[in-house]
């Protein structure tokens, strides 16, 4: 069974600072990954993916992901947080022809 | 997302009774999903259709079921509603040719069950 963990419930970050959303997958094939934003009282935005190829990813609003075999992970990381990336991320999972695992979502908090 | 439509955005309904979700899309997409979200859980999939004549059960199926009336409408009914399935309901869609992991999700309906 396919598997996401987001071990972090909530990410302080300074506005200007660089941000990492951190993600590890548990999948028994090659995996495809996903990360997902929402906004306060909107659904799910799709920001980012890894099929294959390049292991960084480079998504929407100014943020990549960094696939990582060995350690199972793709973190989400952005170079300078904006207060407006202040929403719930989330990291998805899904291996041949599975449907979609989702993490269970990691609040960023970005300060001005 | 304005292309995925969801009705009723919030209802509050009595522990026992009969409740249908509705779904709609202008996406042209041929795959639909039913998400509930809890706080501390995530997202976590309900029922799934990848054409107007297939229908998956997902992680949490019981004490759901699904109609995919069109290609554009995917209903949840909840048949006899309970307090513990109270939670947010998102409707998305994809489609297989554009890429079938880019979801596009609808507004959400909150669903209380008193």
């Known amino acids: 069974a396919q598997s996401v963990a987001q071990p972090e419930d909530q990410v302080n970050v300074a506005e200007g600072n660089p941000l990492t959303v951190k993600c590890t997958y548990s999948?028994?094939?090659?995996?495809?990954l996903f990360w997902y934003v929402q906004y306060p009282n909107r659904g799910l935005q799709f920001l980012l993916k890894y099929i294959t190829g390049d292991n960084l990813v480079k998504g929407s609003y100014g943020f990549e992901a960094e696939f990582n075999k060995s350690q199972t992970s793709f973190h989400l990381k952005k170079p300078s947080a904006l207060v407006s990336d202040s929403a719930l991320y989330f990291c998805a999972v899904r291996d041949g022809y599975s449907t979609l695992t989702f993490g269970k979502g990691t609040m960023l908090l970005v300060s001005p | 997302d304005a292309d995925v439509t969801q009705t009723p955005r919030n209802r509050i309904t009595k522990t026992g009774k009969r409740i249908m979700l509705e779904c709609s899309q202008t996406?042209?997409?041929?795959?639909m999903y039913w998400y509930r979200q809890d706080p501390g859980l995530g997202l976590r999939l309900i029922y799934y259709s990848f054409d107007v004549k297939d229908i998956n059960k997902g992680e949490i199926s019981d004490g759901y079921s699904v109609s995919r009336q069109a290609q554009a409408k995917f209903s949840l009914s909840l048949e006899s509603a309970i307090p513990n399935q109270t939670a947010l309901y998102f409707c998305?869609?994809?489609?297989?040719?554009?890429?079938?992991?880019?979801?596009?999700f609808g507004p959400g309906t909150r669903l209380t069950v008193l």
């Open positions: 998305a869609t994809s489609d297989l040719d554009r890429g079938p992991d880019t979801q596009y």
């Open positions: 999948v028994s094939g090659n995996p495809y």
């Open positions: 996406k042209g997409h041929d795959r």
